[in-house]
C-alpha cells in the first residue's frame, strides 16, 4: 500500500475541509472497493483518505412517498436491495445494486463510489441517467447539484473540482405509469465488468409512449444517453417498431472499442439486444407487473 | 506520512485494542498485527474472496477495509465461527463432503456461507451460487460446497437431540 493518511469526516463541512488541506491526492473513501485496490496497486496516487461513511448525509437513503429517493453517496449495495420502498418503487437501482460484484462487494459499494471512480462501465450509471438522477456536490464554493447524465466526463474523470465530493444522489419520484430496467451482459452470470450494460426508462399515458430514455454502458468513453432511441419511441404506442427503431438508434449512436471483454461488433450488436430487453422490461414494470432483478 | 494508530474494535466476541499502520488494511491488520490467520490473502483485489470476514455483521472482503475503518466495530473471522470446539454445520458439512482440497479458499467460503445462512436459513441452490459468486475455489469443481451449504441448511432446520 502507498503512503498514506487516514481521516473520518463527522460531517459534510469536515469532508470538505480536509479534502481542501488534503490537495489533489486526498480521495473520498466510501464503500472503497475501487479506491483501496487503487491506492494499493498504485494505479492512482493517494495520500489521504477521507471516510464519508460518518457523515450521516452520506450513507442516507430516504424513499419518501412522492418526494423521491435521496441515496447517500456511501450508502451500501445492501440496504439499498434490503430496502422495500427502494424495491418498490426504483426497482432499476436494485438490478443494479443487486448484480455489482458479488455478496461481500455489495456488503460495501456504492452508487456514489460508482459514479466518482467514472469507469465507462460503471453498473450504477446507466440506472441513475435513465432515472433522471442528480448528484449533490459539496465543496468549497458551498453545495450545487449535477444531473448524473452531465457527471462523468471521460474514463475516470468527471465534473468534481478539487475538495469536492458527492454527498448524496436524488432521484425524482417515478411518475404514473412509467418503468424502468437494468441489464447487463457479461460472460458469467455474476461478478464481472459489463461488456455493455443498458438501462431503460419509459412513461406512458393513454397507452402513448410519453417519455423515453435508453442509456447505453460500456460503449462508449462515458454512459451515454441515445437521444435518437427516446425520439423512435415518443408518440406512439410502444410496438415492436419502435422497439426495433430504438435498438438500431442504439447500435447506431455506440462508440464502443475492441478489448479483452469484448469486441466492436459484439459491444455494438450487445446495445440493440439489450436496449430492446430493456424496454420490454421497463413496459413490463410500467403495467405494474412484476419482473425480478436477477434469480 | 503514515503513521501508527491505536485501533480499538471487537473481534470474534472480544474487546481488541491494537497497534497498526494506518495504510493496513484489515487483512494485513488481522493477519500481521494480530495473528489471525485463517482470513487469507489470495488476490489482494476483491476478486476471489479468501479474506472473507464479517463487519458488523455483514460479509466483506478484509482486503478492501481499511484497518482504520474499524474502529468502534465488530470484525468476525472464521477463527470466531466454531463455540469452542463445537463446529458450527456449515464447518462440519465441509469435513464431511469433503469440501475442500489446498484449503486456502476455505475460510472465506465459510464465512461467506455462514452469512448466508443467518441471512438466508433455508436457500436454494441457485441462491447459495449466486452468494458465493465471489468467493473462487480452483479445486473442488465448487459441487461439494454447494453441497456442503446446503447440507448445513438443512442440518441447522433440523431439531436437535
Known amino acids: 500500500m502507498q503512503d498514506l493518511r487516514y481521516a473520518r469526516a463527522s460531517s459534510v463541512a469536515e469532508a470538505a475541509r480536509l479534502l481542501a488541506d488534503g490537495g489533489p491526492t486526498a480521495r473520498v473513501l466510501a464503500g472503497g472497493t475501487d479506491v483501496i485496490v487503487q491506492a494499493r496497486e498504485r494505479t492512482r496516487q493517494i495520500t489521504l483518505f477521507v471516510d464519508i461513511k460518518g457523515i450521516p448525509e452520506a450513507v442516507d437513503?430516504?424513499?419518501?412517498?412522492?418526494?423521491?429517493?435521496t441515496l447517500g453517496a456511501a450508502t451500501p449495495c445492501h440496504q439499498i436491495y434490503g430496502d422495500a420502498a427502494v424495491t418498490s418503487s426504483y426497482p432499476a437501482l436494485i438490478d443494479a445494486a443487486s448484480l455489482i460484484g458479488g455478496t461481500a462487494i455489495q456488503g460495501r459499494a456504492s452508487f456514489g463510489g460508482n459514479l466518482c471512480n467514472s469507469s465507462p462501465a460503471a453498473d450504477g450509471v446507466p440506472p441513475l441517467i435513465a432515472l433522471g438522477a442528480s448528484a449533490l456536490i459539496a465543496g468549497p464554493g458551498g453545495e450545487r447539484r449535477v444531473p448524473v447524465a452531465r457527471f462523468t466526463t471521460g474514463p475516470g474523470q468527471n465534473v468534481l473540482e478539487e475538495g469536492e465530493f458527492v454527498v448524496a444522489l436524488e432521484v425524482p419520484a417515478p411518475a404514473p405509469a412509467s418503468g424502468a430496467r437494468f441489464l447487463r451482459f457479461i460472460p458469467r452470470n455474476e461478478m464481472d465488468i459489463a461488456v455493455v450494460n443498458v438501462a431503460s426508462s419509459l412513461r406512458f399515458d393513454g397507452g402513448e409512449v410519453v417519455e423515453a430514455c435508453v442509456v447505453v454502458g460500456a460503449a462508449a468513453p462515458t454512459a451515454l444517453v441515445v437521444e435518437a432511441a427516446g425520439e423512435a419511441l415518443v408518440g406512439s404506442p410502444l410496438s415492436e417498431e419502435s422497439i426495433a427503431a430504438a435498438a438500431a438508434a442504439a447500435r447506431d449512436a455506440v462508440r464502443p472499442i475492441d478489448d479483452m471483454r469484448g469486441s466492436i461488433r459484439q459491444r455494438r450488436h450487445l446495445a440493440g439486444v439489450l436496449t430492446e430487453r430493456t424496454l420490454r422490461d421497463a413496459a413490463r414494470r410500467a403495467r405494474g407487473e412484476e419482473v425480478v432483478s436477477h434469480p | 506520512m503514515s503513521s501508527r494508530i491505536i485501533i480499538s474494535t471487537e473481534i470474534n466476541g472480544e474487546p481488541a485494542e491494537f497497534l497498526s499502520d494506518e495504510r493496513d488494511s484489515l487483512l494485513e491488520a488481522l493477519r500481521d498485527r494480530l495473528g489471525l490467520m485463517g482470513t487469507k490473502e489470495g488476490c489482494n483485489n476483491g476478486n476471489c474472496g479468501a479474506c472473507a470476514v464479517l463487519l458488523d455483521g455483514r460479509l466483506v472482503n478484509a482486503c478492501l477495509v481499511m484497518a482504520a475503518e474499524v474502529e468502534g466495530s465488530q470484525v468476525t473471522t472464521v477463527e470466531g465461527l466454531a463455540e469452542q470446539d463445537r463446529l458450527i454445520p456449515v464447518q462440519e458439512t465441509f469435513l464431511e463432503r469433503g469440501a475442500l482440497q489446498c484449503g486456502i479458499c476455505t475460510p472465506g467460503f465459510l464465512v461467506a456461507a455462514?452469512?448466508?445462512?443467518?441471512?438466508?436459513?433455508?436457500?436454494?441452490?441457485?441462491?447459495?451460487?449466486?452468494?458465493l459468486a465471489g468467493n473462487l475455489c480452483r479445486c473442488t469443481g465448487y459441487d461439494k460446497i454447494i453441497t456442503a451449504v446446503l447440507d448445513a441448511a438443512e442440518r441447522a432446520d433440523a431439531p436437535s437431540g
Open chain 1, 61 to 69: 437513503l430516504r424513499a419518501a412517498n412522492g418526494e423521491g429517493l
Open chain 2, 114 to 131: 455462514h452469512a448466508l445462512l443467518q441471512e438466508h436459513p433455508r436457500p436454494t441452490e441457485e441462491q447459495v451460487r449466486y452468494w
